[in-house]
C-alpha cells in the first residue's frame, strides 16, 4: 500500500461526516448530563415524596453509572473526531499513524475518525494481550 493522499472531494465527505458525528456525540453528552443531575436526597425518594426500596435506588445508581460511562466512551470517541478533523486541515487524514500508509476509505468510511490501518491496529491489540 502505499501513500496516497485523498482528493478535496472526498476529504469534504469525510468532514461533512465527522462532523455529524461530532454533532451527535455533542447531542447524547449533553443529553446524558441533563438528565442526571438530581440531588442525593431527589434519587431515594419518588415522585410522590415516598421512599423508594433500596433494590430501586441501586437499580437508579447502576443506570446513572451505566449512562455516564456511555458519556466517557463518547467523549473519547469525539476526541478522536476532532483530531481526525485537525489532520483533514492539516491534509494529512487517512494516513496510519503507526505506519504512514493509506488507511483503506472501506476503513475509513466504518470509523472516519480511525488512526491505523487494519494491519498496525491488529499489530497493537496483539501486543496489549
Known sequence: MTQTKLDKKKLELYKKLLLKLKEDFLYDINN???GHNGGVD???RDVSGHVQ???DV???MYDREF???LASNEREVLQKVDVALKKIKDKNYGLCVECS????EVRLKAL???ET???CQEKIEFERR
Do not use: F, N, R
Open 42 to 44: 431527589s434519587e431515594s
Open 112 to 114: 472516519p475518525y480511525v
Open 67 to 69: 449512562s455516564m460511562g
Open 53 to 55: 426500596h433500596m433494590a
Open 117 to 119: 490501518c487494519l494491519k
Open 101 to 104: 500508509k493509506s488507511i483503506p
Open 32 to 34: 446524558i448530563a441533563q
Open 58 to 60: 441501586a437499580t437508579d
